[in-house]
């Protein structure tokens, strides 16, 4: 029986830095060689880390990171390498690298590029046009990029005809709740329909508003899961695959064997490069049975998110310390609870901002879940500073009753003072609104919008109830205190406050804002859900009012099919509406 | 001789007002029906604004779109409609409409797709596959659009080859400095090249971050201006055609004629419609030769760009009245001209909010400029709630010597002062910061920086004095006192404060400005333009690291070739560093 032994490097890199990125390379190479490996394999865009958007712009950044693929050739010696990157050649390519005995071997280009969601891949690169299929120590290996496996029809076709017992599959693959479940069930079918491993590493980190969940894995050739990275931390998964199981499971494929010369014309060249036949049989250390890591729940997994999410870019951007304002609301109480698991207690501290509508409960669920913490809390009253405002626009303001104008000053004096102090000792200020507020700009801009991560901005507000709950269940002990889960949720900027005042509860809102929002559904088909249609267009309105805002809003970690940010792209200007 | 009577509608559409958008289509057919043309063309996507951006995902939005374009059908009789919208045939597609006796009688595909610097187009469209050629009373009219024209092997050369006599070419093409020079050139060359006549209608007016500069042309068959629209403003063109000279031309060219079936292949297939021969002599209104609009110097260009810009962001955005943070600095000084002369004196409020920084030549010059520009001024000193803010936090930064914090502290104080009047009255804020200080992060995220529209945003420090300037020499008198000109830049948050403490000069800052962010030149690259590489790297460094800034910068006007929004794309997390 004929193995090959395969290494998936599920790293975590950072855009733009090209040396650190190589490094960790250079590291996983090391490591893989030393267990046997015949073939390693790197994420997309591994060198420069993905997405580098208008990096790729720069010609001295391309060359930068290619001369990173040169040097990393060297170092890829008694083991192949496949590690992604930006390939000049005339145009620009996302491409792969295929390195081996010190050299570039070869280089594949991606063939589809994706230019819906978050992405922008048509602004910067062309498609490839040849399926290379390499062989390596004797077995035929084909090398494809992330978008290309999702197409039946594509590039992994053409490699199997061509005679590929393995695809190599590099990713940076974006999480959202649940993905993972639908990623999998596809590289099965890819591998079953064609009869042949898949290999699928995808990045891991956060990177921005993106986080890239890990969950790297192998399917033999009848779909079956052969071994499965954890999501959203760094592995090397390494996995003996029996290839000669490729040829037998083709012999009995029912379906009938044909040439595809077509399919090759429209999608492709296919190219067979020889590089290495089958190695002598040496001794190599044994191996474990690879392991296949659990899926997270579903809550758990967006609870992993959005702490990878906020721990990168707070490190990512060189901070350490982070301030959040509690309000012993849910939400801060929340993004204060995935901050500690981020960075540390020691590196979380919260600043209570009391005005004469914050009722004795808020202080004292701000103080409470500061001690279950273990945070620091500094508590600054903003009662003096109210006035100081008051009295300067009190001649302009003459005759006018209180209303918004005055709700909005408390929450920018909040805003103002947190970034105060986060200029004074260098910590991010993390915004703690979630996505129904910022979807209805139920939020003030320069004030609770204020701040460098906004945590929970993707997170729907029934949502957080879930990840308040999930993660109260941890052992030993509930952080959030019963009473902050029970409350009606208020922003205490006047008296007797409710978010019910202005908003539908939460529990219609939501429905509605994610068929709108994140289905593009209309008016009308969102009323056959059966909803009020005034509660819809009262919805639809606010989303459709609030651009501006969001515009101005810090960024956050997606964790829905899509989110607030490049994921998308509505005017400001926009006088359409369907009722 | 045969004369082709042919209109260009250069319209100003709303992104999203479908009503009132195909309203003014209407009224611009009737207006070019009487005055008898043969044809009439309006921009790109005229009927839905351009651009639509993530409308066009919106089902509902196509519908309603593709409903009104057949409602305008009914509207085309005795004469010729050619005009833009999204249509939804299987894929979606960058549409124009031929809209003949009453009926749609073709409709072409924009076949190339921008998809770099503010353009998606590949996020919505798929490109068109056939060129046709509509025989309109007895002539031949090729149709494309906008970036189809900048291929000189694209649908232009296919329609003359099948005939074409005339190009109708439709557009929305966004303004940056200088760029009309250019597009002339080019489609001039265009029309001689291929021997017909070229009419290009492009948009006019403000779309969040872009203006649309009109000056809409018709080049004849031997490249020459026959008829150019105002820049920046509605307008009608009407110009006879003398067709038979296109044959002529062919006739007379010394190149070989040869037909490109390749061509054809490569770029799509061309398709004769024949829509109505050439109709009975009968009496038409007499034309007056067409106008030729001069085109606007170069900074006078850009101070229109700047008015259109901020005219339509106030106006189609519901609003009437704007505020300004006067300082009595220059930046400020020419955005409240700016501001008098889109939305009118009595529209624009001005704020001077001095602290125990500001100079008393500072509070003159505020009030001399609004006197001189005519605007209301409102002082609200802001050293109560400064001290309010210190009071505060006295005990958290006890022993730490002053520093950035206490400066931002003042500018955001006046953010939060100009917010709460906006929210009082419904006035638009308008930011008075430059690019150079977008650039570089000179300013104060949520204080400054705090406001519906950043006026200035694409403006360099450089040309923002030579915009004071022009705008000075009109008539009757200056506006901006010679003071504000003279004196040095600062932001008077601490005493003697001077822009130059914390920036190169703006004569050497502004051409690295220039060379990095706008054309993506290298560190060595921008050295050898004769510059001091320290002065480079600190300017290189700043801008790197204030892209978190510029991310939640409200929207400005684009004028230069590369604006900081939609038009640049960097990360936030981004340790890409090239010395």
Redesign the interface.
Known sequence: MRRFRLALAQMNA?????D?NARKIREFIDEARAQGADLVAFPELAVSGY?????L?????IR?NMKQVERLAAHAREITVVVGFAMADGDLYNAAAILHEGAVAGVYHKMYLP??GVF?E??YFKAGTVCPVYVVNGVAVGVNICEDIWYAVGPTAVQRDAGAQVIVNINASPYHRGKVHFRERMVATRASDNGLFVAYVNMVG???ELVFDGASMIMNERGELLARAKQFEEELVVADLDVDAVFSARLHDPRPRKEHPSIIREIGQAQVVRLSEQRDTQPRPPLPPPSIAPLKGSVEEVYAALVTGTR??VH??GFTKVLIGLSGGIDSSITAAIAVNALGAENVVGVSMPSRYTSEASITDAAVLAESLGVQL?T???E??V???A???AE??RG?AP????E??QA??R???L???S??FGWLVLTTGNKSEMATGYCT??GDM?G?FAVLKDVPKTLVYELAEYRNAWPPAPVISRSVLEKAPTAELRPNQRDEDSLPPYRLLDPILQAYVEE?R???DIVDMGLDPEVVKRAISLVDHSE?KR?????GVKITPRAFG?D???????????F
Chains 1, 2 share one sequence.
């Open positions: 950072v855009v733009g830095d090209l650190d997405p580098p958007e208008d990096l712009f720069k010609p001295q950044f930068d230019n819906y922008d048509d602004r956060g990177q921005d990168d870019y990512k951007n500094h600054i009253p903003i003096e500073t006035s100081a405002y009295e300067s626009l302009l303001f006018m209303d918004v104008a005055e909005n000053i920018r004096i805003g103002n003072l970034m105060a102090i200029n004074k801009l320069y204020a460098g593009d209309s008016f009308a501006y515009r101005q809003a810090p960024p490049r998308r792209r509505l005017p400001i200007v926009n006088r359409y509406h369907q």
